[in-house]
């Protein structure tokens, strides 16, 4: 999950690290490779600065509400919601107050990490230890994006295909989520990509989410990278493919190498 990134006019590295951003907390690991990378560079650069203000947390949560007081029930059959109501409850064991209260209210989009943090128990969480680690090494934390623009991002998929992806994973999510961790604790890169293909809801998410934001954010990590030294932190699906960001710093003179 770590790379070695040398710009063309800088011979002092930077790093490249793919994240889940969401693990079990007995399942974290930093290896002493990637705290040796860490120590070596002079800034952190995540996909935003997690340091939000209490105004932009306020703002972001309406954002993730569902428009007009409607609920997921308002877009689908009875029938539909029914189903999906009881993969929730019966199969993942949401409480049904917690589903019925607060789940639904929220676009489906914001609702996998909810739903996730909440049955795996203890968590952790690559961005927050990461700027922690940044914070007491006394190195300035960039973000390649703002809050804003994550958001739009976001809101760039429809709310319609949002539900219907929501409706045909139903109580799948956790089982996909253990196969994506499973081959992210081995490092394996190409299973990750494989398993994000073959999921039901990636080629609806995978040009909003993966490829307009990696365009957005290559100018500012060859930039970054020429000037000072960067350990960067992304979601490990940003890396892979031919509009990966390994591949587009490659094809922009970058020497790009695995750190095993």
Same mark, same amino acid.
């Given at each position: =999950?770590? @790379?070695?990134?040398?710009?063309?006019?800088? !011979?002092?590295?930077?790093?490249?690290?793919?994240?889940?951003?969401?693990?079990?907390?007995?399942?974290?690991?930093?290896?002493?490779?990637?705290? $040796?990378?860490?120590?070596?560079?002079?800034?952190?650069?995540?996909?935003?600065?997690?340091?939000?203000?209490?105004? $932009?947390?306020?703002?972001?949560? =309406?954002?993730?509400? =569902?428009?007009?007081?409607?609920? @997921?029930?308002?877009?689908?059959?009875? %029938?539909?919601?029914?189903?999906?109501?009881?993969?929730?409850?019966?199969?993942?064991? +949401?409480?049904?107050?917690?589903?019925?209260?607060?789940? +639904?209210?929220?676009?489906?989009?914001?609702?996998? !990490?909810?739903?996730?943090?909440?049955?795996?128990?203890?968590?952790?969480?690559? $961005?927050?230890?990461?700027?922690?680690? !940044?914070?007491?090494?006394?190195? &300035?934390?960039?973000?390649? $994006?703002?809050?804003?623009?994550? =958001?739009?991002?976001?809101?760039?998929?429809?709310?319609?295909?949002?539900?219907?992806?929501?409706?045909?994973?139903?109580?799948?999510?956790?089982?996909?989520?253990?196969?994506?961790?499973?081959?992210?604790?081995?490092?394996?890169?190409?299973?990750?990509?494989?398993?994000?293909?073959?999921?039901?809801?990636?080629?609806?998410?995978?040009? %909003?989410?993966?490829?307009?934001?990696?365009?957005? @954010?290559? &100018?500012?990590?060859?930039?970054?990278?020429?000037?000072?030294?960067?350990?960067? !932190?992304?979601?490990?699906?940003?890396?892979?493919?031919?509009?990966?960001?390994?591949?587009?710093?490659?094809?922009?003179?970058?020497? +790009?190498? &695995?750190?095993?």
């Amino acid at each position: =999950m770590l @790379w070695k990134v040398t710009s063309p006019s800088n !011979a002092k590295a930077s790093y490249l690290f793919g994240t889940l951003h969401l693990l079990p907390e007995d399942r974290y690991f930093f290896t002493d490779k990637m705290q $040796e990378a860490f120590a070596s560079t002079e800034t952190l650069a995540l996909e935003m600065d997690i340091d939000i203000p209490m105004g $932009e947390q306020m703002k972001m949560a =309406m954002q993730m509400m =569902m428009p007009d007081g409607k609920s @997921w029930a308002d877009y689908m059959t009875a %029938e539909e919601f029914a189903a999906l109501r009881s993969a929730y409850i019966d199969s993942l064991g +949401v409480k049904e107050a917690k589903f019925d209260k607060q789940y +639904v209210k929220i676009k489906p989009m914001y609702l996998s !990490a909810l739903v996730l943090s909440q049955l795996l128990g203890k968590t952790k969480a690559y $961005e927050q230890e990461l700027s922690g680690m !940044a914070k007491k090494a006394k190195k &300035p934390l960039i973000g390649l $994006e703002t809050l804003q623009q994550q =958001m739009d991002f976001m809101g760039s998929v429809s709310l319609e295909d949002q539900i219907t992806q929501t409706k045909e994973a139903g109580a799948s999510i956790l089982r996909e989520y253990n196969k994506m961790l499973e081959a992210y604790l081995k490092q394996d890169l190409a299973a990750l990509q494989t398993l994000a293909k073959e999921s039901d809801d990636f080629a609806g998410i995978e040009e %909003e989410l993966l490829t307009k934001r990696n365009a957005a @954010w290559i &100018p500012l990590v060859k930039e970054q990278a020429a000037k000072s030294p960067t350990f960067f !932190a992304v979601g490990a699906l940003h890396l892979v493919g031919e509009k990966g960001l390994i591949s587009q710093l490659r094809t922009a003179g970058f020497k +790009v190498e &695995p750190v095993n």
